[in-house]
């Protein structure tokens, strides 16, 4: 079954790239209607959270609607929303960019999971992976193949020994993205801040909202929260820049050195092939083995 939030949700912050106070509402939504970003800023102007309405943007997922409005960074939003199970919901801003929050999307699935979720009576689809898919750029790669449930299996590999080289492989059903990656932060190398700033990036980053390392060292005061905190991070923005798709993916998703970037365009391959996918209604058995099934209180307290 479909599902939305049971009541609205706010929270305030400011963008990571703009450096600008931000307000954003989750609210429900009925039925089909899938995830909308408003900007409440343009008059309410509509953005549909959709993979073909991406726009190539360094370090972030940007989403351009064909009238001109945009909204960036959204990956985290979307990752959260996919891993609670809402299949419909506004999300109302007030500016071009969604809120960092703490870096990750924890703050939003603690708001999403207290504001609860209510189930809609039209039957979920989802899309099923039938051959697998497969882009590349240089030495990354990103690829689709099929699997009975959402698996995300990614290697990311840094020459700061902080970071280094990183393998996790999860299936993403019955809420282990709230429990295993909702909490991991983003990450960047302190070499590379000043080069962001230069480019009009990352103005609103901080010690605060971001793991930055040094080296060896990781600066930001009380260290990482995984040992492997940044590939599980690449893997929340994997779940987010997936969820553009419009459904849940029955599929695995294999990426190694891959970003956003690399995600939608496997995403543009998926769909330019209509005999890689088809289809599929989600009884009982495939929403038990969708990402937001069997969540509970346990859950938000493992993201309190």
């Known amino acids: 079954m479909q599902a939305t939030l049971t009541k609205p949700v706010w929270f305030e912050g ?11 509402g989750l ?9 909308v970003f408003v900007r409440g ?14 726009e190539q943007s360094p370090l972030m997922t940007r989403i351009v609607a064909p009238e001109g409005a945009d909204v960036a960074t959204v990956e985290h939003v979307m990752a959260a929303l996919a891993g609670c199970g809402v299949a419909n919901a506004r999300v109302v801003l007030d500016g071009p960019e969604a809120p960092i929050a703490d870096g990750s999307a924890a703050p939003f699935v603690r708001g999403i999971l207290a504001a609860g979720l209510t189930a809609q009576r039209d039957t979920q689809r989802a899309i099923r992976i039938l051959r697998p898919v497969e882009v590349r750029r240089g030495d990354a790669l ?41 909490d991991s932060r983003t990450f960047c190398r302190n070499d590379d801040i000043d ?19 040094d080296g ?8 990482l929260r995984h040992a492997d905190e940044a590939v599980r991070h690449k893997m929340l923005d994997a779940l987010g820049d997936l969820a553009l798709a419009g459904a ?7 990426g190694i050195r891959a970003g956003h970037t690399l995600t939608n365009r496997l995403l ?15 009884d009982a058995n495939i929403d038990a083995r969708l990402p937001g099934s069997g969540l509970s209180h346990a859950d938000l307290h493992a993201v309190a």
């Not at 609210?27 to 995830?35: L, S």
Request: glycine share 10%; charged share 15%; net charge neutral.
């Open 14 to 24: 400011v963008g990571l790239h703009t450096g600008r106070p931000v307000h954003m």
């Open 27 to 35: 609210f429900p939504a009925p039925a089909n209607h899938g995830i």
């Open 268 to 282: 543009r391959a998926l769909f330019a092939d209509p005999a890689a996918w088809t289809w599929v209604p989600c």
């Open 142 to 182: 990103a690829r689709l193949s099929p699997a009975t449930s959402l698996q995300i299996d990614f290697e990311i590999d840094f020459a700061d020994p902080a970071i280094g080289r990183q393998h996790k492989v999860l299936n993403m059903a019955n809420g282990a993205f709230v429990r295993e990656l909702c």
């Open 41 to 54: 800023d343009l008059g309410a102007a509509r953005v549909p959270a959709r993979w073909d309405l991406v």
């Open 195 to 213: 080069a962001m700033h230069s480019n009009g990036l990352a103005l609103g980053g901080s010690l605060e909202n971001a793991v930055v390392v």
């Open 216 to 223: 060896a060292r990781v600066l930001t005061p009380g260290g």
């Open 248 to 254: 849940p993916i029955l599929g695995r998703y294999t």
